[in-house]
Nanobody, 125 residues
Framework: VQLQASGGGLVQAGGSLRLSCTTS????????MGWFRQAPGKEREFVAA????????YYADSVKGRFTISRDNAKNTVYLQMNSLKPEDTAVYYC???????????????????WGQGTQVTVSS
């Protein structure tokens, strides 16, 4: 089972990035998926989640209206479109699979069973 996150980089404040998370070794189309982030010296925090079908999404207040999570089950890929980026968005971003998703949103890392390796996002002011 592998989750591979990519798409991070250095961007100026106000810019955009799109992160991708490609899954393999397991059928993730029935799982909820989420994105988390962790800044230096801080705990890993929830960013966004999406239902298995992609029909429902949930966001942290800090990114609502700026970030969009989506998925393409045919490609086993989850995306995080990040617009209007701010320096405080700087962190390592992780994708994760929630195999127990049951229409209840999970926002704690312990509720996700599989994790990608993370991709660095740096927003300069």
């Amino acid at each position: 089972v592998q989750l591979q996150a990519s798409g991070g980089g250095l961007v100026q404040a106000g810019g955009s990035l799109r992160l991708s998370c490609t899954t393999s070794g397991r059928t993730f189309s029935s799982d909820g998926m989420g994105w988390f982030r962790q800044a230096p010296g801080k705990e890993r925090e929830f960013v966004a989640a999406i239902s298995w079908s992609g029909g429902s999404t949930y966001y942290a207040d800090s990114v609502k209206g700026r970030f969009t999570i989506s998925r393409d089950n045919a490609k086993n890929t989850v995306y995080l479109q990040m617009n209007s980026l701010k320096p405080e968005d700087t962190a390592v971003y992780y994708c994760a699979a929630d195999t127990t998703y049951d229409s209840t949103w999970h926002t704690y890392p312990v509720q996700y069973e599989y994790w990608g390796q993370g991709t660095q996002v740096t927003v300069s002011s």
